[in-house]
């Protein structure tokens, strides 16, 4: 059941990398919300390959097709449901990686784990592509969100050793989203762009790759969503998040830089501002005791480089017993935090529409 | 259903701060597993407060009572519950925060998510007295762990600025753990533990707290556990964590530091050794694809400072509409990640023990 | 998992027969709805042994602690927490069922699941005293009902082979409820409370247990609750009401009689009634595709006869692998049907107020 | 998420009548087992229209594609998908109803819960075309049993008032099942065949329809499956049972007779026959406290008469708040039960595999 995400709505995604299709079962949408094809499809392109110079030069459509929940443009009730069948396949990349897997890739695990049936082409299951049906359920929730005035937005905060602005955590808004710098890297500052960008360029003259950060903001949320304990905002978009290939860590607020603050710093002051109750600052990243406290929901990601590197490795033969080297060909991304900034968002809108429809739940 | 984890167990807490008792039901205890109470005894005591110069001088016995699930020292297939009855409760602390929410705490969101209904005392539900039989939980799938071979340790790797030594990510064993140096706080660094403690009091000397990191390991763990997507072991054990009041952070091996590595350092080398095939480094924190590699399991816990500290504070009264401040008394810790270890270790036992029943359904 | 019930409420049921105590807990109640502990003792005392003459004379008060979840009153958002000591144990009765399964219960069925290690004292985990936690729990969430306008009775539609009238199932409201004859049974016919009192006493007389159905009815539920296929308040209200001991059949409004009529006979044609769209008929049993129609909830549960009889009975020695006979004494039920009223209620209560949530969640 | 079924395994269903496609999602399907493609086809073939001169005469030839997990004809890990295109689509049969709601049917219910987003066109998310997705599931779910020596079979066990043979409890097998007399309907006895077939033939005739009783069985099953309480097999395989369209009403054993029985004559006194522990008949319906007892499960579920059917009906228009009358055309099956074998034991197969998984997870 490791594919199906959600209490209140089910996400069910499928697929391999080369498998006939890939899609994703929605079951939970409210009946007659819009369904917004077009916006769905632009914010899937973000994601999808090929359409980015930092990015592999692999070029696939991500059309989806939708096969059920929609009717006169409305969700229907039934679950929703959307394929993209994969075209650009090509199974012949990955053959050896059975027996030689490669280091940093699920390779080896899902052999263990799924005692040597488990499909290698591309990946399988594994494979980044996955987060395209991730992207098409990230899309329809984002849009459920919007139209209750939530708003999600991200940008890298980190790209190896460049690091951007950080989003201001008691100030910011959906005009900062859409103020963001948008070019092969999305940044708040541009004078750090190009920066990061010259850093993916010279990794992968190496045959190399590199990692990064991506700090993810939701506005507009009310205070009161979440619940305490394992249901949680930080439970919950932790649990989503890391769904995202390559994330290794997360935190929210001031999250690690808090362990080495004071009480007295680290503690936001309640203030009233316009009649509201605030905080003067938001080190708590808009999460108080798992529930929402109605500032600015503020986390970072923090992405490894691209496993898939050109470098000769050191591997095993699992066949053989022995240590062997391994080099990888193919078209991969030297940066795969460069195209998740629509993944991380979707896995945040999933999740925090998970909890609200809890919250609709017990209050009327 | 925020206090209900497992997709196999069922692990539901309850109670508040200062509600007749708390306690722990657990479905899915394999029958005929002994029960071994002295044993659960010892990992919770590690938790209780009043047992460390450095907490609170609050003493709670947490003395539990079983009440089912166990039949002639062994569990016998029904619910184990056990209870923990609220005896040293001082209720007349907590009275004003219903209206003066505490900085940090949870009171105010908890106070909007439950239409005000909500129990203040203690903290209430949000309470850290709610880890007690989180901790019950934990040395029950701790032990049942450990029957298999498996370990689950933990060391305060940061204490405010002071760091202690971090596991050899690809060596660390059971051995490590035993050799820890348990003093008010366990490190694997004994030269860091007066640092550490000195920081922590002079914290609480003004008043103030102070926050922390915790580095947990898993060893002796399988390769095959977990699952790919939103039930991998990075998931599960957030989803856990984050259940812990006071964590902001968390990262897998590397973690944030993968963000800033080439995948030429990050990426760990398949390697044979004594037969077996093991990664030369650990950088992936033994989980691949959300699934163990047979490698130990690393991930670091960022907790925040303790926000109940005594120097007053800006709040706001929400009857008036003003803005006025706060000072807290009575009994609180000055650095919550010292008594934090054993809450730790729990999500990780819980989180773990869940993902493996996952993966004997599929692997016989 | 198995002693935990719901997709937005989680009931969690503890216990066995004789272990220290039995309880439940709750997630998920709404905050500030009023905590009434007099209705629920009087909701649970219909279900007590030692209150019905018909019943076993084994007195249990079954006085129940609130742990946690309520304060001031009212419940306050936590899990509601509420423990049944076990005092009246009479543990010797049983000690030779582990060997010796008795026919029609779980002895045997239990060995084997659970290797010999479960609790065969008073049938532990599969003892009819669980159902008194399922009781507070129906009883909690029947208030929440009422809250709503929406009540639930049942009667004794039969006894061994003695038929009670049935409610009207187009027309049957509170007013019926209220109306039911409650003597040692509840009839909607007073003419058959005594000829059904009369099979009981001679089977008790001569040692033996008779069976009977059990009619509830759901009235003022709106339409539109409950969703399709797995989820359907047939499925959810069969998933609960199999729970309680001794059900081996449940039929919703015309049920197995509509197998034999014709579409034309069993078609219940729409109505307009004082301005509101209803059935002329309810063969549907209130329920279409799964989803409340606003006509009355109908359905009966079929019960077995107590399994525990004083007739000598033929069984096998596991230990010896022969065949032997068995004897058993203490105080039983002679017609489990009798107290389990309530009991039916409970789990109705609990389905249907966890389908009202899923309602609440996409109908705003 | 009332489409999705499972504790270890999901099910996940999607599509409408006369959406682009229809479907299933089957996560946790063990890795590297065989997938037979040709056995499934048969399977669905069972169910599928135009193929009984009992049923409709639209033709669907239900080819489904698979999308993914599978590699190399194994089950390869990644979740199970399988799309059926809607090519005999014509919607313009149903306009009329989401005004004029047809008796027996969902129409009335579904606009209600979905405030009249939901899709009229054949019926929609509520069709019985959706079993055909739940046949392949049940397909994949019986051939995994099937290799465990656990077969599942079923037969007409009543058309209208016409009563095959029972299935003799305590002795049936695998061969009964392949003696099975398969026509247009599926009897034990096959002088009763033709009797059924007229009551059919002659509702068909009057523009009407009738209802059936289907009984079956699942042998093989060994003792020790199932758990207590909510997630016994009787209310896993009445959850699942449920789901298929017209089943209004289930029994296990004995069911609704029991309620008529004594104790004595209920009760299924254990024996040992060949060196094994089994019951002299089987009045429980192999399943005690909700565990089975390694005697074959056997259970009966009620179907209601088609409610489409040809006759004018009474029903009401929305729009206008008025009586009116309705006459259904198109094509419909004057017996839903004669197609419905496969869909019933589909159900079974899925709550029975599922609960084999609890099995594993604590039992190795």
Known sequence: MSSVYGKNIKVSIFGQSHSAGIGVVIDGIPA??????EKIRKFCARRAPGSNSLGTPRKEADEFEVL???????????????????????PGDYSEFSDKPRPGHADYTANIKYNGASDFSGGGHFSGRLTAPLCIAGSVFAGLLEEKGIYIGSHHEKIGGVSDKRFDPAKVTKADFDSLYRGELTV??????????????????????????????VTG????IGEPMFDGLENRIAQAVFAVPGVKGIEFGAG??????RGSENNDPFIIEDSKIKTQTNNHGGILGGISSGMPLIFRAA??????????QKTVSISKNEQCTLSIKGRHDPCIAVRALACIESAAAIAVYDALLDYYKTNR
């Open 32 to 37: 007659g919300e819009k369904f917004d094809e």
């Open 68 to 90: 059920s929940g929609v009717t006169n443009s409305k969700f229907c009730g039934a679950p929703f449901a959307a394929v993209i069948k994969n075209t650009n396949v090509k």
């Open 188 to 217: 708040i500052d541009k004078a750090q762009h190009d920066k990061m960008a010259d850093v993916i360029k010279a990794c992968a003259a190496d045959g190399d790759s590199v990692g990064g950060v991506i700090e993810c903001a």
């Open 221 to 224: 949320l009310p205070a009161g």
């Open 256 to 261: 690690f830089a808090a362990a080495e603050m």
């Open 303 to 312: 992405m490894k480089p691209t496993p898939s590197i050109f470098k000769e």
